[in-house]
């Protein structure tokens, strides 16, 4: 049996701008430069909607929902099924204090498993014609993590075919700059 040929990036798919939602990931203590860009690429676009979703790497998906919302459980057997709560309402205040004064309609999503997956799906679900991602926190830890898995952002843009926009939340200085292997 050979194998399914996957759908590649064309013309034919693209997405337009106009009037499209915009998908927006989001990560606790994120630099609200992330939500307010997607905010204001949402207004430019004519105030179209954002959907700010969190994905919790430490839940699995159960079922992905037709709204774009997915039934969730945790990985861990030891787990108490209702710890993800209090995260999720604190993720969605969030939101309200940082978009509130943009007069730019928003939704949250909380979501599970792989980010790249996650988002992916959703933005699929809603028609996205975006995806907006913080980049990579600074530290030797995010660098080390960066190397071994890949950033999300990557991971977007090489496995769904819409724009990634990805929002740099700290520079580093070119002669500053230390290659990965030399940590």
Known sequence: ?????????????LVPFTDR???????P??????????ASLAHAMGDTRIHVAFVDVTRYVIEELQDGTVRHAPVSP?????????LHDRLELRCAD?????????????LA???DRALTHLARTVDACVIVVGARRRGVGAQLREMVEGSVGMHLAHHQHRP???VPVSVVDWKDLDAPWTM
């Open 1 to 13: 049996m050979a194998p399914k040929a996957v759908p590649q990036p064309s013309v034919e798919r």
């Open 164 to 166: 990634v926009l990805t």
């Open 98 to 110: 940082t978009l509130g004064d943009l007069q730019v309609p928003w939704d949250f999503h909380y």
């Open 21 to 27: 939602p915009v998908v927006v990931g989001l990560v």
């Open 78 to 86: 030891d787990a108490v099924d209702g710890d993800w709560t209090g």
């Open 29 to 38: 203590d994120q630099d609200p430069l992330v939500l307010r860009t997607a």
């Open 113 to 115: 498993g792989r980010p």
